[in-house]
């Protein structure tokens, strides 16, 4: 049986940067969630950056029928979100047992995994199925400016880790607003844009791009895993 995921992430919904109004983003927000139910897609896993004040309760309003899992960004709070969400397991990070996969869901909202997250998720990746991780912050680096600024603290460590594991091991990612694939030994990272607004692929300056948004859908077919980005416009 397929499984089929809409992978969302950095909505930004009511902050005042870019777009100094509450109403783009969310117009946004919206064009995403209809793109996703034309699809016919009902699981939806958001990585973070949620939004601010009243644009955290419009989120969940917006998504209280579908399956919706999350983990928080840099900019969500879990006394703020859990008002509105039931963490699974009582925490935020967890993992769930597929068929065919092992699911990991990690919380980098104070831009490092603490000790006690690290030695669980040690545990976790002793695995017989092929790990997803879904985590706000990106894992493995890239030589742009946005990721000098916004890096994950501890990512060497978590890389050494990942790779000791004898499975592949893919991330789903945002936090940089870019679509972005990255390979390294048995890791394979897909940053998905964000819904808010794009920067652009520079290494000297952040280059904000107000122009597209968009999300990803992930097809499990299996043991078979694709990916495939849905960028969109205002027009749509």
Same mark, same amino acid.
């Given at each position: 049986m397929?499984?089929? $995921?809409?992978?969302? @992430?950095?909505?930004?919904?009511?902050e005042t940067f870019p777009?100094? #109004?509450?109403?783009?983003?969310?117009?946004?927000?919206?064009?995403? *969630?209809?793109? $996703?139910?034309?699809n016919n897609i009902t699981q939806i896993v958001c990585t973070g950056d949620i939004g601010e004040n009243d644009g955290v309760a419009y989120f969940f309003k917006k998504l209280n029928t579908k399956d919706l899992t999350i983990v928080l960004g840099n900019h969500d709070t879990y006394a703020e979100v859990s008002k509105l &969400?039931?963490?699974?397991?009582?925490? @935020? &990070?967890?993992?769930?047992?597929?068929e065919y996969y092992k699911f990991i869901y990690l #919380?980098?909202? @104070?831009?490092?995994?603490?000790?006690?997250? &690290?030695?669980?998720l040690e545990k976790e990746l002793i695995s017989t199925k092929p790990?997803?991780?879904? $985590?706000?912050?990106?894992?493995l680096g890239i030589?742009?400016?946005?990721?000098?600024?916004?890096?994950?603290?501890?990512?060497?460590?978590?890389?050494?880790?990942?790779?000791?594991s004898t499975m592949e091991v893919t991330i789903y990612c945002g936090h940089y607003h870019m679509e972005s694939k990255l390979t390294y030994k048995n890791i394979t990272q897909f940053i998905t844009p964000a $819904?808010?607004?794009?920067?652009?692929?520079?290494?000297?300056?952040?280059?904000?791009?107000? @122009?597209?948004?968009?999300?990803?859908?992930?097809? *499990?077919?299996?043991?078979k895993q694709l990916s495939k980005i849905q960028l969109l416009s205002n027009a749509d």
């Open positions: 397929n499984e089929l $995921i809409a992978h969302i @992430t950095d909505l930004h919904l009511d777009f100094n #109004d509450c109403i783009t983003a969310r117009k946004r927000f919206d064009i995403v *969630l209809k793109a $996703i139910e034309r &969400y039931n963490f699974k397991a009582n925490s @935020t &990070y967890y993992s769930i047992l597929k #919380d980098s909202s @104070t831009g490092i995994i603490d000790r006690e997250q &690290y030695y669980w790990i997803i991780i879904f $985590i706000h912050h990106p894992i030589n742009l400016k946005v990721d000098k600024i916004g890096k994950l603290t501890n990512r060497k460590e978590l890389i050494s880790l990942l790779i000791k $819904i808010s607004y794009q920067i652009q692929k520079k290494t000297d300056v952040i280059d904000i791009d107000t @122009t597209v948004f968009g999300y990803r859908i992930i097809e *499990l077919k299996g043991a």
